[in-house]
């Protein structure tokens, strides 16, 4: 029931899953190169993007590992209620549906990191997850933790093709071959494992109901870097770390800085604060996202506003900071979704 309440209030995508494929092996030799100029409007260094008439649409993820390859992921919420994966891709010119390999076994898409164009994943609700080789999407089964019936999972993160990382009710680990769970004892049965954030194999992180886990290669330690009552307002949903340092974040504003053996509050989280979604990072460029339009930047010690980022009441869902480019995705203040890009 737990995981239940971690969307309620929660912004999210989905998109129908209609299947207009290239041949993505001849992006992966070259592509078209390079990066169209903004389809959208501009503010300041950002081009955004807004995906009109997709209200029922909501974004949750982007990655991406050059300027012509970027997927976002989420779902798209059926007139009946229910949600089915949505999946698209960029060629650095025009926006490509992936269409859903096996709806049966995977409903909708909330997550998605790859080591590559040809090493795709991407994770969501069902019975797996989906891979994507370069030129098609198959499905692959996970362990599901009883009594789940699915796996529920946010985020994926990895450092390697044989070396892939999710949460949920356990935190998954793929080693190139099957997936497997890990055994984590944080004293609390109903645990979930919002985010998780791979730095090399022998250091990788994930957050979950007032605790923060840290695998050292052999073993992991769970640290309780948030006390009081379980709840909403007690929950990490992201986690973003480099070989120095980590910072974790989650509702109402709240944000942990790990640094010196240490967790240390630097933001307190409050009724009316942001619900920080989403952290990403790449070498001094670690970025923020989050409700009502927060996107920030670290510098120093400090997480600070992006000063021309567009403040329009948006929700921010998924960041991501590419070798050259950061990316952005959320739905606009008339609830359509977004993709804002700039230029590192």
Do not use: K
């Amino acid at each position: 029931m737990r995981a239940m309440t971690l969307w309620v209030g929660v912004a999210v995508l989905g998109l129908a899953g209609c299947g207009l494929w290239r041949d993505w092996d001849d992006l992966d030799q070259g592509g078209p190169g390079g990066a169209a100029a903004c389809p959208g409007t501009t503010s300041g260094t950002w081009c955004v993007e807004t995906l009109s008439g997709q209200t029922s649409i909501e974004l949750q993820s982007v990655w991406s590992d050059r300027p012509d390859d970027v997927w976002i992921v989420g779902w798209h919420r059926l007139a009946n209620g229910d949600r089915e994966a949505a999946m698209m891709r960029w060629n650095g010119h025009s926006w490509s549906t992936v269409a859903n390999p096996d709806p049966a076994n995977f409903q909708f898409s909330t997550g998605v990191w790859g080591s590559s164009a040809r090493d795709v994943w991407v994770v969501g609700v069902g019975a797996g997850a989906l891979h994507f080789d370069g030129r098609s999407m198959s499905f692959v089964p996970m362990p599901i933790a009883a009594p789940q019936t699915v796996v529920d999972i946010r985020q994926a993160s990895g450092t390697a093709s044989n070396d892939v990382w999710t949460g949920g009710h356990q935190v998954l680990h793929w080693d190139g071959t099957a997936w497997t769970a890990a055994a984590i004892d944080t004293g609390d049965p109903n645990q979930y494992f919002a985010g998780v954030w791979a730095v090399a194999p022998n250091d990788v992180w994930a957050t979950g109901d007032q605790i923060v886990a840290h695998f050292d290669g052999a073993s992991w330690t769970v640290t309780q870097v948030v006390t009081g009552p379980i709840g909403l307002a007690s929950f990490l949903y992201t986690i973003w770390a480099d070989s120095n340092q980590a910072w974790a974040a989650g509702p109402g504003g709240r944000i942990h800085h790990f640094q010196n053996g240490t967790w240390t509050l630097v933001s307190s989280p409050t009724d009316s604060g942001p619900l920080l979604y989403s952290l990403a990072g790449r070498g001094d460029d670690v970025y923020l996202a989050g409700t009502q339009s927060f996107l920030d930047v670290l510098q120093g010690d400090t997480f600070v506003p992006v000063p021309d980022a567009p403040a329009s009441g948006s929700i921010y869902q998924g960041v991501w900071v590419s070798p050259s480019q950061v990316w952005v995705v959320g739905m606009n203040q008339s609830d359509e979704p977004i993709v804002l890009r700039r230029q590192r």
